[in-house]
């Protein structure tokens, strides 16, 4: 399980905890500034627990992008699947720094037609896309099930 899917469960769980003790509360006490009470120690909760996890994964991207730097450079890898179901893969070479891969990151998620990632990878990894994969990497799921005979449906 991912970064991402884990704090999204941890803030499910919190919300459900947090929605108990609402009801508790006022259940037992009819009064409005409980509830105002109730809604703001809610916000508090999720805006910490947030903040906390948004912090460790800037910390975490940082020590990664550093394990991976080489000549002041990384390789990133960008995925992306369009409204029409194309899917792209691209390798490219970035400067090497947080703010960089940030940008870059916020960029591609700006102009995404649909689902989207930035994955930092090795220089390995880039060489063998450049040689291997670099002629596959654009998919047309579409034409690819209508080729198949499957004119109606599409298997992903």
């Known amino acids: 399980m991912n970064k991402y899917a884990e704090r999204t469960r941890d803030i499910q769980k919190a919300l459900i905890e947090t929605k108990r003790d609402q009801k508790e509360l006022i259940t037992k006490n009819k009064d409005s500034s409980a509830i105002g009470g109730l809604i703001r120690l809610f916000r508090d909760q999720i805006r910490r627990r947030t903040s906390q996890d948004l912090l460790a994964e800037r910390m975490e991207t940082k020590r990664l992008i550093q394990s991976l730097e080489s000549d002041g450079s990384v390789w990133v890898e960008i995925w992306g699947m369009s409204c029409d179901l194309v899917e792209s893969t691209s390798v490219h070479e970035?400067?090497?720094?947080?703010?960089?891969?940030?940008?870059?990151?916020?960029?591609?998620?700006?102009?995404?037609?649909?689902?989207?990632?930035v994955r930092l990878i090795?220089?390995?990894?880039?060489?063998?896309?450049e040689m291997y994969e670099k002629d596959n990497s654009y998919k047309d799921h579409i034409a690819e099930a209508f080729d198949n005979g499957n004119g109606t449906r599409v298997l992903l």
Do not use: M, T
């Open 94 to 117: 970035i400067p090497s720094g947080y703010y960089h891969f940030k940008k870059l990151q916020d960029e591609v998620r700006d102009n995404a037609e649909g689902r989207c990632s």
């Open 122 to 129: 090795s220089s390995d990894e880039a060489k063998f896309f």
